[in-house]
């Protein structure tokens, strides 16, 4: 009795953290830009629309630090519409793409932003508060339980938080400190999981699960 109370919280707990991972990746992922974001290391073909031009040119590109990224170029003509295929997104952040056209034998210049994250999305931070508040709220629940399967789901969500940083980071920053902070949950996750595992095939009692000196969990 007491092992099918364990397998229908284990069953719970993995739904629920699998329907909200699911939820909030669609919230995340509905973003419309004029410009869409691009992914750092994709190459995105950037567009300037002149129907009365006889030439559309980039003057620059910069990067997020202000440097030069690419100067003077001219732009593949394909009917009124203008296109430059750029790769060099390794930086994250905002670059400025600047140019010129002779529009109806004027020239004039334009200009637009174009943004460079992790994954391509605007804000990808709601995935690891996701994932980092309810890696916390399960293993509070299973110290207070003494339930060493809600704290098995617990350890892995700590994992997945901290294989995902080690990925994409948190927005615009794929750092050192982004780094860190994926060793630290993969660390504390690990030692979750570990501990929760050993404990459920050994039944050692090392009473880091279990209520004083009960024998059983939960």
């Not at 030069?68 to 170029?73: D, K, L, M, N, R």
């Not at 509070?140 to 892995?156: D, E, K, P, Q």
């Not at 050192?176 to 501990?195: A, D, E, H, K, R």
Request: net charge negative.
């Amino acid at each position: 009795m007491k092992i099918f109370k364990h397998l229908i919280l284990f069953l719970f707990f993995l739904s629920f953290t699998f329907l909200l991972s699911v939820a909030t990746i669609f919230a995340t992922t509905d973003i419309i830009q004029s410009l869409p974001l691009v992914k750092q290391y994709d190459c995105v073909t950037l567009p300037q629309i002149c129907g009365n031009c006889t030439y559309t040119n980039i003057s620059s590109i910069t990067y997020p630090n202000s440097s030069q990224a690419v100067g003077q170029v001219g732009m593949t003509k394909n009917g009124t519409e203008y296109n430059y295929l750029f790769c060099d997104t390794s930086t994250l952040g905002e670059y400025k793409v600047k140019g010129y056209y002779d529009k109806n034998g004027i020239v004039d210049v334009w200009n637009y932003p174009l943004e460079v994250t992790t994954t391509g999305q605007q804000n990808n931070n709601t995935v690891p508060l996701f994932f980092a508040l309810g890696g916390f709220i399960i293993f509070i629940v299973a110290i207070f339980t003494r339930n060493l399967y809600i704290g098995f789901i617990s350890g892995t969500v700590f994992i997945v938080l901290g294989i995902y940083l080690m990925i994409f980071g948190l927005g615009t920053m794929a750092d050192f400190y982004t780094q860190t902070l994926s060793y630290v949950s993969l660390g504390f996750g690990l030692l979750i999981f570990l501990s929760a595992a050993y404990e459920a095939i050994t039944d050692t009692g090392i009473y880091l699960w279990k209520k004083g000196d009960d024998s059983e969990a939960w």
